[in-house]
């Protein structure tokens, strides 16, 4: 199988930057479409950001010029930089792989989310 790790997560002050890292290891061919989620209490879960292998780039509006999502293939791992951090960003963020285990199979995997906390 296939296990996403991620760190990163923690308090920051509001204006404040963080750096999550996500690592995925297990019975990986490729991974394709790598990003993150987040989900704040009583919301819904919403795409923060992707990335695909080939390092095309996409952002929910809120985050555009503040957050940034990068890639090393050859670790199987996604990051997200996150810059000016505001109040309405906390949530437990999760990662996000689509991982190809075999020719025939290729499956959305979840990490297990890592909390950040936006307070003054």
């Known amino acids: 199988q296939v296990q996403l790790v991620e760190s990163g997560g923690g308090l920051v002050q509001p204006g404040g930057s963080l750096r999550l890292s996500c690592a995925a290891s297990?019975?990986?061919?490729?991974?394709?479409?790598m990003g993150w989620y987040r989900q704040a209490p009583g919301k819904e879960r919403e795409l923060v950001a992707t990335?695909?292998?080939?390092?095309?780039?996409k952002y929910v509006d809120s985050v555009k010029g503040r957050f940034t999502i990068s890639r090393e293939n050859a670790k199987n791992s996604v990051y997200l930089q996150m810059d000016s951090l505001k109040p309405e960003d906390p949530a437990v963020y999760y990662c996000y792989a689509e991982v190809r285990t075999s020719w025939y199979n290729t499956r959305a995997y979840w990490g297990q989310g890592t909390q950040v906390t936006v307070s003054s």
């Open positions: 297990g019975s990986i061919i490729s991974i394709n479409v």
């Open positions: 990335i695909t292998s080939g390092g095309l780039t």
